[in-house]
């Protein structure tokens, strides 16, 4: 099982950026998928995740400001973040379960990270 992670980059208060998740190896359509973040000194925290059936949760820092959705003939999830604040900086990476949860521990299967930097 492999999961990329991408469109991370550094942009300014305000703009907006697409990360992909391009998934392979397994059954996209069977997995809740899910992206968490962490920054730097802190820990590894849920932002939002897709169920198989596209039934969506997001963490309140994230409400109305992000978006997260899935292709699954491309095997693909997205997250749209859209009014980036510095807060946001962080690494984020993509992982998939059987059945979601907002707990980094409960998952196998993980992408290796995209930076989101946002200047102030």
């Known amino acids: 099982v492999q999961l990329q992670a991408s469109g991370g980059g550094l942009v300014q208060t305000g703009d907006s950026l697409r990360l992909s998740c391009a998934a392979s190896?397994?059954?996209?359509?069977?997995?809740?998928m899910v992206w968490f973040r962490q920054a730097p000194g802190k820990e590894r925290e849920f932002v939002a995740a897709?169920?198989?059936?596209?039934?969506?949760n997001y963490a309140d820092f994230v409400k109305g400001r992000f978006t997260i959705s899935r292709d699954n003939a491309k095997n693909t999830m997205y997250l749209q973040m859209n009014r980036l604040k510095p807060e946001d900086t962080a690494v984020y990476y993509c992982?998939?379960?059987?059945?979601?949860?907002?707990?980094?521990?409960?998952?196998?299967?993980w992408g290796q990270g995209t930076q989101v930097t946002v200047s102030s």
């Open positions: 992982a998939a379960g059987l059945s979601w949860t907002s707990r980094p521990v409960s998952y196998d299967y």
């Open positions: 190896g397994l059954t996209f359509s069977r997995y809740d």
């Open positions: 897709i169920t198989r059936s596209a039934g969506r």
